[in-house]
């Protein structure tokens, strides 16, 4: 389960990338009752969306004009550089150099060897996310991806995670991950094999949001313009699920936790 005690290696920040950064904050505000607080100039036109005045997510524009809108998870980090340096070592790639927020913090951004993107963040004054695992907050993170194996090695690796195989639906493994030295209790977060059908479609992190009715937030999103990649659907041990794209094509997923 995801905590506001945050160690190396586990989601600390998760923020999105928009072409329409005020439709986006109307978006969230109607689907889970975001506020939106922009940062300044200064910020270069990125915001906070905040729920009961304490950071949920951050908002901010496209980082290049072809780039598509999408959410990023953040991993905490006690040291960018060192983190940078074995990102490279087990085969990632450097999507942007460590650099300071203001005071805030030190943050990087990478691509795993499956061609996920990821980011980390050393906190300086903002110290993560005020709020998870509540209603309307991050609840989990997961990972798709065209080579679980290959996932598993390269995170195991940068973070020192803790891996476990499980199996769910119709057979397919499923990892579940820890921070390093946690337990079946601490998970966070887990790694599925994309089906050799869907490869194409690519890797990446899914952020997972806890919802008290997983099929009337589905009802809400599509009214304001989302679409549906999964219906809601019932996971057992879990709770009921749902993925779905944002009016501008960024992907998350919703869960009424059992």
Known sequence: MLTTSYVPGVPIWLDLAARDIDGAAEFYR?????????QGAEAGGYGLLRLDGGNVAGVG???????EPSWEVYFHSHDVEETASVVEQAGGGVRFAPFDVFALG???????PTGAHFSVWQPGENRGLDAVGDPYTLCWTELYTTDAAEARQF???????????????????????????GERGDTHG???????????????????FEVPDCDATLATG?????????????????????????PAGAAFAVVTSE
Not at 161 to 167: A, I, K, R, S
């Open 155 to 181: 995170y195991g690796s940068v973070f020192g995670w803790e891996l476990w195989d499980t199996t769910v639906g119709n057979g397919t493994t499923y990892t579940l991950v820890a921070r390093t030295g």
């Open 190 to 208: 887990g790694i599925m094999q994309l089906p050799e059908g869907q490869l194409r479609a690519g890797s990446r992190w899914y952020p997972y």
């Open 222 to 246: 599509t009214a304001h313009g989302a679409s549906v990649i999964v219906p809601a659907t019932d996971m057992p041990g879990v709770g009921r699920m749902a993925a779905l794209k944002d």
């Open 61 to 67: 524009p496209l980082s290049a004009e072809d780039a």
């Open 30 to 38: 109607a689907l889970f009752g975001w506020d939106f607080a922009p």
């Open 106 to 112: 030190r943050m990087a951004g990478f691509t795993d």
